[in-house]
């Protein structure tokens, strides 16, 4: 299992389209991915929990990957985060 803490630096956080990107990235691997913000923790491939974390711009969530693709999931889903795309 690979943790990363990530400072969000997306434009509009993790809401909306960035969410919608972040979702669909999550969704094409296999690993178990999940976000956590405020002791609250949400499938990374679940629209609906990710909105749901309420995660602005400049808030720090941690990434938890679990699985055979655990670091491509989290070196692309931090990317996601950072605004690197």
Same mark, same amino acid.
């Given at each position: 299992?690979?943790?990363?803490? !990530?400072?969000?630096?997306?434009?509009?956080?993790?809401?909306?389209? @960035?969410a919608?990107?972040? !979702?669909?990235?999550? *969704?094409?691997? %296999?690993?178990?991915? %999940?976000?956590?913000?405020?002791? #609250?923790?949400?499938?990374?491939?679940?629209?609906?929990? !990710?909105?749901?974390? &309420?995660?602005? #711009? &400049? $808030?720090?969530?941690?990434?938890? *990957?679990? &699985? @055979?693709?655990?670091?491509?999931?989290?070196?692309?889903?931090? $990317?996601?985060?950072? &605004?690197?795309?």
């Amino acid at each position: 299992m690979v943790e990363r803490m !990530v400072t969000i630096r997306t434009e509009a956080g993790l809401h909306a389209r @960035p969410a919608a990107l972040f !979702v669909q990235a999550a *969704a094409k691997y %296999s690993s178990r991915l %999940s976000v956590l913000k405020d002791g #609250r923790e949400a499938n990374a491939k679940s629209i609906l929990e !990710v909105l749901a974390l &309420g995660a602005g #711009r &400049g $808030s720090v969530v941690t990434l938890k *990957a679990e &699985g @055979p693709d655990e670091d491509a999931a989290m070196e692309r889903l931090v $990317s996601i985060l950072s &605004g690197d795309i």
